[in-house]
């Protein structure tokens, strides 16, 4: 199965806050990230949040962890239309300096 | 512009033909990776360098696949004989070896007829 989860669509209005969430299955890994993928272009690296942290705040971003039940999300506060996007969650499995492991992603759409 | 470029931006080339991408990162970054990405899906890891040093292939999807990074700085990805599964696109991401974060270009699409 996917090491990475992720729920395909969110649709939120314009002003609200949007919740995007994330399972993943390696404990190890140290740090897990948000990257943010707009149509044909590549991935833009929003905030990561390191393994010992439960919260992590960043402007309208912010980041919860659960290690206990491997649970990431991203709240985006007042979201807006350049909001829209695809939204992938990621780790490094064994939490060493190999690749990413992606999910799937989270298209994120707004409605006006 | 500082960060990791690629090139060519598109590539359309026949079955069969072989296809080499390029990627720069940025400046003094000495860890270069390799992602594809299709259609609907998250990227996926295939290979990355330390310096010149390939420190993980076991990932690449076929021997029809391979990676140089001769010098340590730019990298090159090559598909042999492409088929019209490989289709795709290609991502670059570089990190400095103090850093954790991978900053990714914007990807060379392959589109295999």
Redesign the interface.
């Known amino acids: 199965g996917e090491d990475?989860e992720q729920s395909l669509f969110l649709s939120v209005r314009e002003g609200d806050s949007s919740v995007i969430n994330c399972t993943y299955t390696d404990s190890s890994s140290?740090?897990l990230?948000w990257?943010k993928q707009e149509p044909g272009?590549?991935?833009?690296?929003l905030t990561?949040i390191f393994s010992n942290m439960d919260m992590k705040q960043d402007q309208r971003l912010t980041v919860l962890l659960n290690k206990k039940d491997k649970h990431l999300s991203l709240r985006i506060a007042d979201t807006q239309t350049g909001d829209s996007a695809i939204y992938?969650c990621?780790e490094?499995p064994g939490g060493g300096?190999?690749?990413?492991?992606?999910?799937?992603?989270t298209h994120l759409i707004i409605q006006p | 512009d500082t960060g990791v470029s690629q090139d060519p931006r598109h590539k359309i080339t026949k079955r069969g033909q072989n296809v080499t991408f390029r990627c720069d990162p940025i400046s003094e970054h000495n860890r270069l990776y390799w992602y594809r990405q299709t259609l609907g899906q998250g990227p996926e890891f295939l290979t990355y360098f330390q310096n010149e040093a390939q420190l993980e292939k076991s990932r690449l999807l076929s021997d029809r696949f391979s990676a140089e990074r001769p010098k340590g700085s730019f990298s090159t990805l090559e598909i042999q004989r492409t088929e019209q599964g490989d289709s795709a696109m290609y991502l670059c991401a570089s990190s400095s070896s103090q850093g954790h974060e991978q900053f990714f270009g914007p990807g060379t699409r392959l589109t295999v007829l």
């Open positions: 990475v140290t740090y990230y990257y272009a590549g991935l833009q690296l990561y992938f990621a490094i300096a190999d690749g990413l492991t992606f999910g799937k992603g």
